[in-house]
């Protein structure tokens, strides 16, 4: 019975809403913007998350909700990710969440080398990228941070810089995942709310205000790296 409620609900409530209501509103408030609840392309970021290793424990990833933006003169695309895996318990199963939260490409300036920085016990390297690390003790036992390039690494993470992130990613007690790739800026935003889901009465409002939430979280993030050259 539960099942069935499900699924009227996302049938005759939730499909309608993300399909026609969301993009309309979203429109309203930036015409610019382009809202997709599925997105086609999702194949290319899969195969970006499981080269990289970024989120080395998960093999099944539900993306939606994806949105089409120009902030502070970057295209970004967006999107909630939800990554899981399932673990054997004898003769169950359980499905495990790796991953949840918002996943942010932005289409970005060409800088030194590309990294990975991620929070995580074991070193999971992938190829290509060695282990550095900087005079930042409290940044080192924070996070794992991999370089293709550790000379030109530390043009790119120069002291403010380092100190900038470890600052903003301790908003998210660290968990951030940033991953820059042949000019893009991926950020990996843990976060267990679902946005866009308020059916009710000040849905409009919310769907701004949900709006407004993401871009002001990737903003930081492009503020971060887009400066470093000023040290």
Same mark, same amino acid.
């Given at each position: ?31 610019? #913007? $382009? *809202? ?5 392309? +999702?194949?290319?970021? /899969?195969?970006?998350?499981?080269? &990289? ?78 282990? #550095? $690390? *900087? ?5 080192? +036992?924070?996070?794992? /941070?991999?370089?293709?390039?550790? &000379? ?80």
């Amino acid at each position: 019975m539960v099942i069935i409620l499900a699924v009227f609900y996302y049938l005759k409530i939730q499909k309608p809403f993300k399909e026609n209501v969301i993009p309309l509103v979203l429109k309203e408030y930036k015409p610019t #913007l $382009e *809202f997709i609840p599925k997105l086609e392309v +999702k194949d290319d970021y /899969i195969d970006l998350i499981k080269t &990289h290793k970024l989120i080395p424990s998960a093999t099944t990833f539900n993306i939606n909700d994806g949105i089409i933006d120009e902030i502070n003169g970057y295209k970004v695309t967006s999107f909630d990710l939800h990554a899981t895996h399932t673990q054997s318990n004898g003769k169950s199963s359980t499905t495990v969440t790796d991953f949840k939260g918002r996943f942010y490409d932005v289409e970005f300036d060409k800088l030194d080398c590309d990294f990975i920085i991620k929070e995580e016990i074991l070193k999971r390297m992938p190829n290509g990228y060695s282990f #550095l $690390e *900087f005079e930042h003790i409290e940044f080192n +036992k924070a996070f794992n /941070i991999y370089v293709t390039d550790e &000379h030109e690494a530390f043009k790119v993470f120069t002291p403010s810089v380092i100190k900038k992130y470890y600052e903003l990613a301790g908003l998210d007690d660290f968990k951030t995942i940033v991953h820059y790739h042949k000019n893009h800026l991926y950020v990996y935003l843990y976060n267990s709310k679902n946005i866009f889901e308020n059916t009710g009465e000040d849905y409009k409002q919310s769907i701004i205000n949900d709006y407004k939430e993401q871009y002001e979280d990737i903003l930081k993030y492009i503020e971060t790296f887009k400066y470093y050259k000023l040290d």
